[in-house]
Structures are given as C-alpha cells and as structure tokens.
C-alpha cells in the first residue's frame, strides 16, 4: 500500500492531489480517503517536514500543552480501581 500525506484546500467540494502524487494515483482505480479538519492535528505534527510523527511525539505534546476541558473532574483513585 503506497500512502500520501498532504494538505490542500477543498475548492467546490475538490481537492487538488500535489503534482508530486499525480502520477501514481491517477493510474488507480480506487483510493482511499481519509479527511481531517483539526487544528490540534496539525499542532501534533511536531517535525513539518517529514511524516515521521510517532506515539511518544504526540505524548510529549500533550504532556508540553495539556488539553483544557470545561467543567473535567478526574477521577478517584476509588473509581480508578472500581471492578
């Protein structure tokens, strides 16, 4: 399986595949397409030049900007070990 990670912009319901990825995608029948729209999923790409990002990156990004949630009560350790 040949995978390609790229943005781009949807112009009237389109989106344009990079001239670097024409050439073999236009050759194929079938494609699959997965589309996100998150700025936290850009923010969790932390090399931009390579699609290397791997789990520990995203844990450590998480950990550097912890995610603020309205009204979140962690829960006890009571629960925590509840079986």
Same mark, same amino acid.
């Given at each position: 399986m040949l995978t390609a990670?790229?943005?781009?912009?949807?112009?009237?319901? &389109? @989106?344009? @595949?990079?001239?670097?990825?024409?050439?073999?995608?236009?050759?194929?029948?079938? !494609? &699959?397409? !997965?589309?996100? &729209?998150?700025?936290?999923?850009?923010?969790?790409?932390?090399?931009?030049?390579?699609d290397n990002s791997t789990?520990?990156? !995203? @844990?450590?990004?998480?950990?550097?900007?912890?995610?603020?949630?309205?009204?979140f009560v962690p829960a006890?350790?009571?629960?925590?070990?509840?079986?």
């Open positions: 990670e790229f943005e781009a912009k949807v112009e009237n319901g &389109k @989106i344009t @595949i990079p001239e670097q990825y024409q050439a073999v995608f236009q050759q194929s029948e079938n !494609i &699959k397409v !997965i589309l996100l &729209k998150s700025d936290l999923e850009a923010d969790l790409r932390l090399d931009k030049d390579t789990a520990e990156d !995203i @844990i450590q990004h998480l950990l550097d900007n912890p995610l603020s949630i309205e009204n006890s350790r009571e629960d925590l070990h509840e079986r």
